[in-house]
């Protein structure tokens, strides 16, 4: 009988083990808000007992008497209460709490776009600040940094390859010149280099106080990096970066999504997403968020989403709330079809390399297998030929849609020099090897086999055209 009973229970284990394959996350998706341990603030946020989070399109909110919001007691309103909908909305507060579960953060401040969301960052810092940000960064975000940013804020930037920590940290000291974002000063920065190095030696004593104090004052990093899927250490680099007074470290975590990567865990200080993409997951909202642990960066961050007013809508909170319930499914879904195509790629003779950290030859394997919880879903590829073959793969595909962005359910392919990375400088996108020939896949959900066999005969007319 206790034979039976032992039998019994192994198989209820290996049965739940087999009808959740991932990692226990999907409650948290979906249970967030309202709370399991709060039943007070359950019965205040949701009053109804309505099983979605209703959308609140009210703009501005009844006060009992001047100066007091309220709804004090919703948790969506973070203990501030509700007066107008730019200050607080209960829909946006839900979502916000639902990110930060789902990124293991205290606080998630939520903004009109992924752009919005980098933008409210740099409120954060003052004029003549540095900011030290990967070489193989968004091609909007190191537009933003080097033609608004740089010009208009004076704040400086220094683009680095983060796995030359030691150039990182020459950077973070002072030892190098700054790599200044403005286009009209590019031709002669060469020529400055070492310039603002001190000809008298400083004592022992003044610099050691002057490597704890540097003016980087924010480390932006990708990983993996897009397009090239670079992977860099996180937990590396939060040490290298918190070894300097006030020098904060920011993770851009678009491309793993909080499923695959949670990079407060490493000592990130924020986060922040395109909600466009994975959290989102079906092309029909954009939205950002910075998320993070510590409560003075959340105030300011808090402050700027109210001051400036770049907020998302109630409807778009909606959409983006009812993605992240099933980011763990799509993700997993989408991650299988992306193992399978890229070795489906490694052995077509119309490719020359492909990118994917889940490939034993990506540079960085090791490390994506320690650091993430799965190898994602976005493969850079460079096709055999030249500008000519790739714009022929482009578009004879049929399942791949050729459009910009990425991590949706549908299957996207673009080209990243002449699209989504056409305002990086030409000489900036050769280092990279952003070049003509490179394609970057965001594979979706859709049956693999059609997938392959649309590349396949994509990559067939472009062989047969250098041929």
């Known amino acids: 009988?206790?034979?039976?009973?032992?039998?019994?229970?192994?198989?209820?284990?290996?049965?739940?083990?087999?009808?959740?394959?991932?990692?226990?996350?999907?409650?948290?998706?979906l249970?967030?808000?309202?709370?399991?341990?709060?039943?007070?603030?359950?019965?205040?946020?949701?009053?109804?007992?309505?099983?979605?989070?209703?959308?609140?399109?009210?703009?501005?909110?009844?006060?009992?008497?001047?100066?007091?919001?309220?709804?004090?007691?919703?948790?969506?309103?973070?203990?501030?209460?509700?007066?107008?909908?730019?200050?607080?909305?209960?829909?946006r507060g839900a979502f916000e709490r639902a990110v930060a579960a789902a990124e293991h953060a205290k606080y998630?401040?939520?903004?009109?776009?992924?752009?919005?969301?980098?933008?409210?960052?740099?409120?954060?810092?003052?004029?003549?600040?540095?900011?030290?940000?990967?070489?193989?960064?968004?091609?909007?975000?190191q537009r933003y940094f080097r033609r608004i940013v740089n010009p208009s804020m004076g704040i400086t930037f220094d683009f680095v390859d983060f796995h030359k920590e030691t150039l990182v940290k020459?950077?973070?000291?002072?030892?190098?010149?700054?790599?200044?974002?403005?286009?009209?000063?590019e031709d002669s920065e060469e020529d400055e280099k070492g310039n603002d190095v001190d000809e008298e030696q400083p004592s022992s004593k003044k610099m050691k106080r002057e490597k704890k104090t540097t003016k980087t004052k924010l480390l932006w990093l990708e990983t993996p990096t897009n397009p090239t899927l670079k992977i860099s250490n996180i937990a590396s680099i939060s040490t290298l970066s918190h070894g300097y007074r006030d020098c904060l470290l920011v993770v851009d975590n678009t491309f793993c999504s909080p499923y695959n990567q949670t990079p407060l865990d490493h000592g990130a200080d924020m986060v922040v997403h395109s909600v466009t993409k994975y959290i989102g997951g079906h092309s029909d909202v954009v939205m950002g968020v910075v998320c993070t642990n510590d409560e003075e960066l959340y105030t300011k961050l808090r402050f700027v989403q109210n001051g400036v007013g770049a907020v998302p809508s109630p409807f778009d909170c909606f959409l983006a709330h009812r993605g992240l319930k099933t980011l763990h499914v799509r993700m997993e879904a989408a991650a299988r079809?992306?193992?399978?195509?890229?070795?489906?790629?490694?052995?077509?003779?119309?490719?020359?390399?492909?990118?994917?950290?889940?490939?034993?030859?990506?540079?960085?394997?090791?490390?994506?297998?320690?650091?993430?919880?799965g190898f994602g879903a976005?493969?850079?590829?460079?096709?055999?030929?030249?500008?000519?073959?790739?714009?022929?793969?482009?578009?004879q595909l049929k399942v791949f849609t050729l459009a910009e962005s990425l991590g949706a359910v549908e299957s996207?392919?673009?080209?990243?020099?002449?699209?989504?990375?056409?305002?990086?400088?030409?000489?900036?996108?050769?280092?990279?090897?952003?070049?003509?020939?490179?394609?970057r896949l965001s594979v979706g959900i859709e049956s693999c086999g059609d997938l392959i066999r649309d590349l396949d005969s994509a990559l067939n007319a472009a062989l047969a055209s250098v041929e």
């Open 1 to 29: 009988m206790e034979k039976n009973k032992n039998g019994h229970e192994k198989s209820i284990k290996a049965a739940i083990e087999a009808a959740d394959p991932y990692r226990g996350q999907g409650t948290t998706y």
């Open 31 to 91: 249970h967030t808000t309202p709370p399991f341990d709060e039943i007070e603030a359950k019965d205040a946020s949701n009053p109804t007992g309505a099983v979605v989070v209703p959308i609140s399109l009210a703009t501005t909110f009844e006060q009992s008497t001047p100066g007091q919001p309220s709804a004090k007691d919703d948790p969506n309103s973070f203990g501030l209460g509700f007066e107008y909908s730019r200050t607080g909305n209960p829909t």
């Open 108 to 141: 998630c401040v939520a903004f009109s776009s992924g752009s919005a969301a980098t933008s409210a960052i740099l409120h954060v810092l003052k004029p003549a600040d540095n900011v030290i940000c990967v070489d193989d960064v968004y091609g909007g975000t």
């Open 170 to 185: 020459s950077k973070l000291d002072g030892t190098d010149d700054h790599v200044i974002a403005d286009e009209k000063k």
């Open 337 to 373: 079809n992306a193992m399978a195509i890229a070795l489906f790629l490694e052995s077509h003779k119309a490719v020359s390399k492909v990118v994917y950290p889940g490939l034993k030859s990506h540079p960085q394997h090791e490390l994506a297998e320690k650091q993430q919880h």
């Open 378 to 395: 976005m493969i850079t590829f460079y096709c055999a030929g030249s500008r000519k073959q790739s714009a022929i793969i482009l578009e």
């Open 412 to 439: 996207l392919a673009e080209s990243p020099s002449l699209m989504t990375h056409a305002s990086v400088p030409d000489e900036q996108r050769a280092l990279l090897g952003i070049d003509d020939t490179l394609i």
